[in-house]
C-alpha cells in the first residue's frame, strides 16, 4: 500500500495515540513489530500516520500493550476504520490543510467549546464578517483564496445549526464584541446573528464583561473539542505559524479547567444575551 503524502490531523492523532500507547508500555518499535510479526519500518510508518492500521492489528497490539480499557480501544478503531469523505474533501488543494482538518474535528465531535477574546468564534461569524477577517491577511489573499475562505467557513456552521448540531457553547470576551471587524452595520449583523443562533437549544454564548473584577484568563482564543471518549478531545489554538492541534493528557486537563473557569466566570446565557442586544442597539 502506497505511504500517505499528507496525513490529516485525525490520523497523525491515531499514531500518536498508538504510539503512547507503546511508549506505556515499556517497549520499543522493534519489539512491537516482533509482536506483530511485521518489520520495524512497518510500525515506524504506522505511528507516523504515513500507513493505516487494520481493526485486527490495532487490537492485537493494544493486546500487547496491556491497554484494558476497551472504550478507548474502540475509539481508536472507528479512527482508523473511518472512511468518511466529508463535504470539505472539495477543498482539498484549494485550501490550507489545517482548514480541512478543522472540518473534519468539527464534523466527529460531540460538542464543541470556544473562548474568543478579540474575534467572534467562526462557527459564530456572518460572512461579511469573515470576509472582514479574511482580509485583513498579510499577505492578502487573491480574491479567489478570499472566497474559498469564506464559502469553508460559512459551511463549518452546520455543526451548530445544521440537522446533526451538536451542543456548542462559547464564552466571547467584550472586547470581541465591540471591535468592528467590518463597518457598523456588518458589525450589528454580526450581533445579531449570534443572538439568533443563541436562541437553538445547543447553542449557549456567554459573555465576559470589561468591568469583570480580577478576570487575567481571556488572553488567547480557544477551541476545545469533545472526542468520542475523552482521551481523544483535543484543543485547537491559532498562533503566528498556524493552527495547533493539542492532544497531550496534561495540557488536556489544564485546558478543561481554564474554560470551566472561564465559563464560571462569565455572563449566564440570559444576561449575556440582554448584553449583546444593548450592545447591538448602540451600533
Given at each position: 500500500?502506497?505511504?500517505?503524502?499528507?496525513?490529516?490531523a485525525?490520523?497523525?492523532?491515531?499514531?500518536?495515540?498508538?504510539?503512547?500507547?507503546?511508549?506505556?508500555?515499556?517497549?520499543?518499535?522493534?519489539?512491537?513489530?516482533?509482536?506483530l510479526?511485521?518489520?520495524?519500518v512497518?510500525?515506524?510508518?504506522?505511528?507516523?500516520?504515513?500507513?493505516?492500521?487494520?481493526?485486527?492489528?490495532?487490537?492485537?497490539?493494544?493486546?500487547?500493550?496491556?491497554c484494558?480499557?476497551?472504550?478507548?480501544?474502540?475509539?481508536?478503531?472507528?479512527?482508523?476504520?473511518?472512511?468518511?469523505?466529508?463535504?470539505?474533501e472539495?477543498?482539498?488543494?484549494?485550501?490550507?490543510t489545517s482548514?480541512?482538518?478543522?472540518?473534519?474535528?468539527?464534523?466527529?465531535?460531540?460538542?464543541?467549546?470556544?473562548?474568543?477574546?478579540?474575534?467572534?468564534p467562526?462557527?459564530?461569524?456572518?460572512?461579511?464578517?469573515?470576509?472582514?477577517?479574511?482580509?485583513?491577511?498579510v499577505p492578502?489573499?487573491?480574491?479567489?483564496?478570499?472566497?474559498?475562505?469564506?464559502?469553508?467557513?460559512?459551511a463549518?456552521?452546520?455543526?451548530?445549526?445544521?440537522?446533526?448540531?451538536?451542543p456548542?457553547?462559547?464564552?466571547?470576551?467584550?472586547?470581541?464584541?465591540?471591535?468592528?471587524?467590518?463597518?457598523?452595520?456588518?458589525?450589528?449583523?454580526?450581533?445579531t446573528?449570534?443572538?439568533?443562533?443563541?436562541?437553538?437549544?445547543?447553542?449557549?454564548?456567554?459573555?465576559?464583561?470589561?468591568?469583570?473584577?480580577?478576570?487575567t484568563?481571556?488572553?488567547?482564543?480557544?477551541?476545545?473539542?469533545?472526542?468520542?471518549?475523552?482521551?481523544l478531545?483535543?484543543?485547537?489554538?491559532?498562533?503566528?505559524?498556524?493552527?495547533?492541534?493539542?492532544?497531550?493528557?496534561?495540557q488536556?486537563?489544564?485546558?478543561?479547567?481554564?474554560?470551566r473557569?472561564?465559563?464560571?466566570?462569565?455572563l449566564?446565557?440570559?444576561r449575556?444575551?440582554?448584553?449583546?442586544?444593548?450592545l447591538?442597539?448602540?451600533?
Amino acid at each position: 500500500m502506497a505511504l500517505r503524502h499528507e496525513p490529516t490531523a485525525r490520523q497523525q492523532r491515531l499514531a500518536a495515540e498508538l504510539r503512547r500507547l507503546r511508549e506505556a508500555a515499556g517497549l520499543t518499535a522493534r519489539e512491537a513489530a516482533a509482536l506483530l510479526g511485521v518489520s520495524p519500518v512497518q510500525i515506524s510508518h504506522i505511528e507516523s500516520a504515513l500507513a493505516g492500521v487494520s481493526e485486527e492489528r490495532l487490537r492485537r497490539l493494544a493486546s500487547h500493550y496491556a491497554c484494558t480499557d476497551g472504550q478507548f480501544i474502540d475509539a481508536l478503531v472507528g479512527v482508523a476504520t473511518d472512511r468518511t469523505r466529508g463535504w470539505w474533501e472539495e477543498y482539498r488543494g484549494l485550501l490550507p490543510t489545517s482548514f480541512l482538518d478543522l472540518s473534519e474535528l468539527d464534523h466527529h465531535a460531540k460538542f464543541r467549546h470556544d473562548m474568543a477574546a478579540l474575534y467572534v468564534p467562526g462557527l459564530l461569524q456572518t460572512e461579511d464578517y469573515a470576509h472582514a477577517v479574511f482580509s485583513s491577511r498579510v499577505p492578502e489573499l487573491t480574491k479567489e483564496e478570499m472566497e474559498l475562505r469564506v464559502q469553508h467557513r460559512s459551511a463549518r456552521r452546520v455543526v451548530v445549526e445544521g440537522p446533526a448540531a451538536i451542543p456548542y457553547s462559547a464564552v466571547i470576551h467584550e472586547a470581541a464584541l465591540r471591535i468592528r471587524v467590518g463597518d457598523r452595520m456588518a458589525s450589528r449583523a454580526q450581533l445579531t446573528r449570534i443572538l439568533e443562533l443563541s436562541e437553538a437549544v445547543n447553542v449557549s454564548v456567554r459573555v465576559i464583561p470589561f468591568d469583570l473584577d480580577n478576570f487575567t484568563r481571556a488572553g488567547s482564543a480557544m477551541t476545545y473539542a469533545g472526542g468520542s471518549v475523552p482521551k481523544l478531545d483535543t484543543v485547537v489554538r491559532d498562533t503566528p505559524l498556524g493552527t495547533v492541534f493539542i492532544d497531550s493528557e496534561a495540557q488536556l486537563n489544564a485546558s478543561r479547567t481554564i474554560f470551566r473557569k472561564i465559563e464560571a466566570a462569565s455572563l449566564g446565557p440570559d444576561r449575556s444575551r440582554d448584553f449583546i442586544h444593548r450592545l447591538a442597539k448602540e451600533l
